[in-house]
């Protein structure tokens, strides 16, 4: 099955400083990935994806990049504010599949003031 | 606004019990999810469930049951709590993606199990 890799666990910034996420995954079939970001006590919520047959994707501050022959992807934020704090996961996936996702094991992001 | 509604934020049962999860998701959604969510391990599938009375294993099934008698209602079960079962559980309901399109997946607030 899908084996997603998430790196780092922690990652400190200042504000205003950029962050890096990345994830590598095994199944070269995986064609869908999504990033999801929880805040403390609340619920994961997705905030952007990425299909294989984009190399990237970009929603304001927020950017995913892909590499399918080395099969990794990264999220990028830009400009971080203290409201960036929160655990990011990463995902991959086949879209179609009803199983749908194997999650990376998180990253705890803080932003400092 | 999709709504996903686990029936407890905090539970605390004792070892050997059987402990019930309940989750409804008021969307129509075909597809739901149980996940368990661990420090420094991610989110980890427990079973999923694509259509009522259908179940398939995760990554992570053993010592889990899940019941899924309604499209809207997809229930986790411990049949013999233990120690090692106390968790946060979420859980997650959508619709299936095609070849060329994906749905979200969309997330309840958790329950945080603690089993003594």
Redesign the interface.
């Known amino acids: 099955?899908e084996n997603v890799e998430?790196h780092p666990?922690t990652l400190s910034v200042q504000e205003g400083d950029s962050a890096v996420i990345k994830c590598t995954y095994s199944d070269s079939a995986s064609n869908?990935f999504?990033w999801y970001k929880q805040e403390l006590g609340?619920?994961?919520?997705?905030i952007i994806?990425i299909?294989s047959n984009v190399g990237e994707k970009k929603d304001q501050r927020i950017a995913v990049t892909l590499n399918k022959t080395a099969k990794h992807f990264s999220l990028h934020i830009t400009e971080t504010q203290p409201e960036d704090s929160a655990v990011y996961?990463c995902a991959a996936g086949f879209?179609?599949?009803?199983?749908?996702?194997?999650?990376?094991?998180?990253t705890q992001l803080t932003v400092l003031p | 606004d999709v709504k996903v509604t686990q029936s407890s934020r905090y539970l605390v049962k004792r070892t050997g019990e059987k402990v019930f999860l309940e989750c409804v998701q008021d969307m129509d959604h075909e597809n739901m999810f149980w996940y368990r969510q661990d420090p420094g391990l991610g989110l980890r599938l427990i079973y999923f469930s694509y259509d009522v009375k259908m179940k398939e294993k995760g990554d992570i099934p053993e010592g889990y049951s899940v019941s899924r008698e309604k499209k809207e209602r997809f229930s986790l079960i411990l049949e013999s709590a233990s120690t090692n079962q106390t968790s946060m559980y979420l859980c997650a309901s959508s619709n299936p993606g095609t070849r060329v399109s994906n749905q979200p997946q969309h997330f309840g607030d958790g329950t945080r199990l603690s089993i003594l």
């Open positions: 099955g998430q666990s869908y999504p609340k619920r994961p919520q997705l994806d299909r996961f879209s179609g599949s009803a199983r749908q996702l194997t999650f990376g094991s998180g």
